[in-house]
């Protein structure tokens, strides 16, 4: 089994910073593609950032400049740097994680549990 557990959200006024961090535990082989997604209200999720286990990243157009996607591989942790935060940027925050848990098994999408982010002006 597998767990993705996020920590870091809380409340920001505008202008300021936070830092997300996404654990990933269990039987791991292989963590493939880590992901950022957020969900306000009324809104659908839609997608943050991506970083690939090679480290390639993509954002979307709304975050870049002011959000950074990295991650640790040695501790199966991704992170999300959120600076010049702005109202618009308030939602549910979820990790999400492409992993393998056998060498030839599947690959499996697995969601943490969101963490709230509020961001006052």
């Known amino acids: 089994q597998v767990q993705l557990v996020e920590s870091g959200g809380g409340l920001v006024q505008a202008g300021g910073s936070l830092r997300l961090s996404c654990v990933a535990s269990?039987?791991?082989?292989?963590?493939?593609?880590m992901g950022w997604y957020r969900q306000a209200p009324g809104n659908q999720r839609e997608l943050v950032a991506t970083?690939?286990?090679?480290?390639?990243?993509n954002y979307a157009d709304s975050v870049k400049g002011r959000f950074t996607i990295s991650r640790d591989n040695a501790r199966n942790t991704g992170f999300l740097q959120m600076d010049n935060l702005k109202p618009e940027d308030t939602a549910v925050y979820y990790c999400?994680?492409?992993?393998?848990?056998?060498?030839?098994?599947?690959?499996?999408?697995?969601w943490g549990q969101g963490t709230q982010v509020t961001v006052s002006s």
């Open positions: 269990g039987t791991i082989y292989s963590l493939n593609t």
């Open positions: 970083i690939t286990s090679g480290g390639s990243t």
């Open positions: 999400n994680a492409d992993i393998r848990s056998r060498r030839y098994g599947p690959s499996v999408t697995y």
